[in-house]
């Protein structure tokens, strides 16, 4: 250990650097317009990666200037006040200035003793979103104050220490994030391309005749054994297991939960009894253009429980398709092989990043290890 200094958040905010949102109407559904001053809300925010700028609302310049305290800019940190406790971002440099929403909370740090995105990552760490949820207010819906918040005890080390430590593990979120812009280019070529083939389509039929949704299979958690198959649910991959149930690639759809959901798995698999798979019943059609056609069918439409979400397998299945020449589907699998081995291949390189980028951060953190440069720190 270094011995680094400890305090309270409040001790790195410059002054007045720590606000909450705008209080009760002053700012809601109503105020959102189609583009103007982006608002941060928690669906921007998450436990444990990046900020998502994907989903944002946003309100005129004139509201916003209305909202002057309830403001932030790039590099302040924002965290959740209720809800999904936990959550934090460091706000991008997309936009000169946004607005937070109710249930946040702002911290503009005071630039002499805190580098923000040490700050940020020291709240990304498991032991910190644990703090923070223990310390929460439970009457009604959990929640934290600012006063909570600005007494959180953290580590304080030398500026030039933080910014060196920032800086190795931005620069492996940076990595990360320029992968998944890359998978999604290579996503969005696929479709285009299914987009053109489809404009052959000659031919009609029911989905049953050339796919099945088979029912996947229980493995309760207890009952998993270490391995690297992923374990699929509804959502998405739910952990691994030591056996496939299913060879890969292959297909899964939500069937219970996420009803309608669609995922592509390039490996074998193991799709637990809320998910369908697909077995293809015409070898010609192909796991990616069977792949792309099911993510079309907005499935997620048909849910016909009314409790549990649900897909229906007989009604999925009798769903008309209209689908091009034997010939085209051949060529056109021959085309996004690429895209998806690319996509593919950069899922996996991801996984192996976020798993050394959570491997250093508590070490980084802690002072357990100490990032060298030429100059020292």
């Not at 209080?23 to 109503?30: A, D, E, I, Q, T």
């Not at 309830?70 to 946004?98: C, K, S």
Request: hydrophobic share 40%; net charge positive; proline share 8%.
């Amino acid at each position: 250990m270094t011995g680094w200094p400890t305090g309270t958040l409040r001790d790195v905010a410059a002054p007045k650097g720590l606000v909450g949102g705008p209080f009760g109407s002053s700012l809601g559904g109503k105020d959102y317009v189609g583009h103007g001053v982006p608002v941060i809300r928690g669906g921007n925010l998450s436990t444990s990666s990046a900020f998502d700028a994907s989903a944002f609302v946003y309100v005129t310049p004139e509201k916003a200037a209305s909202l002057s305290h309830n403001q932030a800019r790039p590099g302040d940190v924002v965290f959740t006040q209720r809800g999904t406790l936990g959550q934090v971002g460091i706000v991008p440099a997309d936009h000169e200035r946004y607005v937070i929403s109710q249930s946040q909370m702002r911290l503009r740090v005071d630039p002499a003793r805190a580098d923000p995105r040490f700050v940020y990552y020291q709240f990304r760490s498991p032991a910190m979103v644990d703090a923070i949820r223990n310390s929460a207010i439970t009457t009604g819906v959990p929640h934290i104050n600012l006063g909570i918040l600005g007494s959180l005890p953290i580590v304080i080390p030398p500026l030039a220490a933080q910014t060196a430590i920032a800086d190795v593990l931005s620069a492996l979120d940076d990595k990360i994030a320029g992968n998944e812009r890359a998978a999604r280019i290579a996503r969005d070529l696929a479709a285009a391309e299914f987009d053109r083939v489809s404009a052959e389509n000659e031919r009609t039929c029911a989905l049953g005749d050339v796919l099945d949704l088979v029912y996947g299979k229980a493995l309760p958690a207890a009952r998993r054994r270490p391995g690297d198959v992923p374990v699929y649910g509804s959502g998405g991959v739910s952990g691994t297991h030591d056996r496939p149930l299913v060879d890969g690639p292959g297909v899964i759809v939500g069937r219970k939960g996420t009803a309608g959901s669609v995922y592509w798995s390039p490996t074998a698999f193991y799709p637990i009894d809320t998910t369908y798979y697909v077995r293809l019943k015409d070898e010609k059609l192909g796991f990616p253009y069977a792949y792309l056609l099911l993510s079309r069918l907005k499935l997620d439409t048909m849910n016909q429980d009314s409790a549990v979400p649900g897909l229906n397998r007989a009604h999925a299945l009798a769903l008309p398709v209209r689908l091009p020449p034997v010939e085209a589907i051949a060529g056109f699998t021959e085309r996004v092989r690429p895209l998806f081995a690319l996509r593919d291949q950069l899922a996996e390189e991801n996984d192996a990043l976020s798993a050394l980028r959570d491997y250093l951060l508590p070490r980084l953190l802690s002072g357990a290890l100490i990032p060298v440069r030429k100059n020292g720190f």
